[in-house]
C-alpha cells in the first residue's frame, strides 16, 4: 500500500525559505510520479510542482523561479523549496503520487495523497 507522509511546514515571515518533505513508501521501484498541491481556505487544490517517471519537472507560473521540487530516489523522499516566500503561498500543502500521470499538474490524475502540512507565511 502507498503511504505519504509531508513535513517541514511551519510559521515564517515573507522573503524566507523552507523546505518540504514528502516520505514515500509502498512502491516496488522508483519510477514513479510525484507532485506537490496546495489549497488555501476557499480555494481549489492546485498544482504546485511535479516530477514524472523519467524525471522531467513541472511548475505552476505562480512558482516558477521560486520553488523548486526534487526527488530523493534512494531515500524515496519528495522535496519542495520554497524560496521568496509571500502571503500568498499560505495554503495546506499535499504531495501526492501514482504510476503514470499524463498531465502533473492535475489533481485528478493522482491516487495517493499525503495528509498535508500547513505553510503560513505572513507579511
Known amino acids: 500500500q502507498v503511504q505519504l507522509v509531508e513535513s517541514g511546514g511551519g510559521s515564517v515571515q515573507a522573503g524566507v525559505s523552507l523546505r518540504l518533505s514528502c516520505a514515500v513508501s509502498?512502491?516496488?521501484?522508483?519510477?514513479?510520479?510525484v507532485a506537490w498541491f496546495r489549497q488555501a481556505p476557499g480555494k481549489e487544490r492546485e498544482g504546485v510542482a511535479s516530477?514524472?517517471?523519467?524525471?522531467?519537472?513541472s511548475y505552476a507560473d505562480s512558482v516558477k523561479g521560486r520553488f523548486n521540487i526534487s526527488k530523493d530516489n534512494v531515500k524515496n523522499t519528495l522535496y519542495l523549496q520554497m524560496n521568496s516566500l509571500k502571503p500568498e503561498d499560505t495554503a495546506m500543502y499535499y504531495c501526492?503520487?501514482?504510476?503514470?500521470?499524463?498531465?502533473?499538474?492535475?489533481?485528478?490524475?493522482?491516487?495517493?495523497w499525503g495528509q498535508g502540512t500547513q505553510v503560513t507565511v505572513s507579511s
Open positions: 516530477i514524472d517517471r523519467d524525471g522531467s519537472t
Open positions: 509502498g512502491y516496488t521501484d522508483s519510477r514513479f510520479c
Open positions: 501526492a503520487s501514482d504510476i503514470w500521470v499524463n498531465y502533473g499538474l492535475s489533481r485528478d490524475e493522482y491516487m495517493y
